[in-house]
């Protein structure tokens, strides 16, 4: 079976991080949105990315944010990569392309989603969340795997929302996403990891 890269999101703790780091995920992410319960800011983020062994990829987490800061925020975490959260454009998109920056730009999937959309961005890697009329992900919301099955089948995604160690095998039969995104379902509390459902979560999807 091929297993899809998983990234563990919403990072706020140093020793939390190197022994995630250390079980075999392939990304971790930090949440750079202020309204987020697990915000941490690009200092702090790179406190714990300057410690982390180098086959790991880093994500920034953005919502929304000018494009002048995601510039600063990168340079003062030394992420490797931002994801979008928020309403960017395709334009912005493509600043962030001719600044070489990579991006993973993510859609909240609602029933009336257009997978259209998808054509518009000038990229190769998205990915998609449930919907929450509260927050920008991490919410523990799943998306009906069925209905998005398809979009899978013709696009590099990433899925997220509401996966955990019980539910992220039948996740990825369903849909053999190109990336697995996991936060809460994996957490003792907001930005609080816990270690062994991060092990049981690549346990079953492994098996």
């Known amino acids: 079976m091929r297993i899809p890269g998983l990234k563990i999101c919403g990072i706020a703790k140093k020793d939390q991080a190197l022994e995630i780091a250390h079980l075999g995920v ?3 992410g930090f949440i750079f949105y202020p309204k987020s319960p697990r915000f941490i800011d690009p200092d702090d983020a790179r406190k714990i990315i300057q410690v982390l062994p180098p086959f790991v990829k880093t994500v920034g987490v953005f919502v929304d944010e000018p494009f002048d800061q995601i510039i600063k925020s990168v340079r003062q975490s030394s992420i490797d990569l931002v994801q979008l959260h928020g309403s960017e454009t395709p334009e912005y998109c493509s600043h962030l392309s001719k600044a070489r920056i990579p991006w ?18 000038p990229g190769k890697h998205f990915l998609l969340d449930a919907w ?12 009906d795997w069925g209905k998005i099955k398809p979009l899978f089948q013709e696009n590099n995604l990433i899925l997220a929302g509401g996966i955990n160690p019980e539910n992220v095998k039948l996740a990825f039969e369903t849909t053999h996403p190109h990336g697995i995104d996991v936060s809460s379902g ?9 270690i ?9 999807l492994s098996d």
């Not at 993973?104 to 961005?121: C, E, H, N, S, T």
């Not at 062994?196 to 079953?204: D, G, P, R, Y």
Request: aromatic residues 8%; proline residues 4%.
């Open 132 to 143: 929450s009329d509260d927050a920008y992900g991490g919410t523990g919301k799943t998306i």
């Open 26 to 28: 392939d990304a971790l």
């Open 196 to 204: 062994s459902k991060v092990k049981a979560l690549i346990k079953n």
């Open 186 to 194: 994996v957490e003792n509390a907001p930005g609080d990891k816990s």
């Open 104 to 121: 993973i730009k993510a859609f909240r999937v609602k029933d009336d989603f257009d997978p259209g959309v998808l054509k518009k961005y």
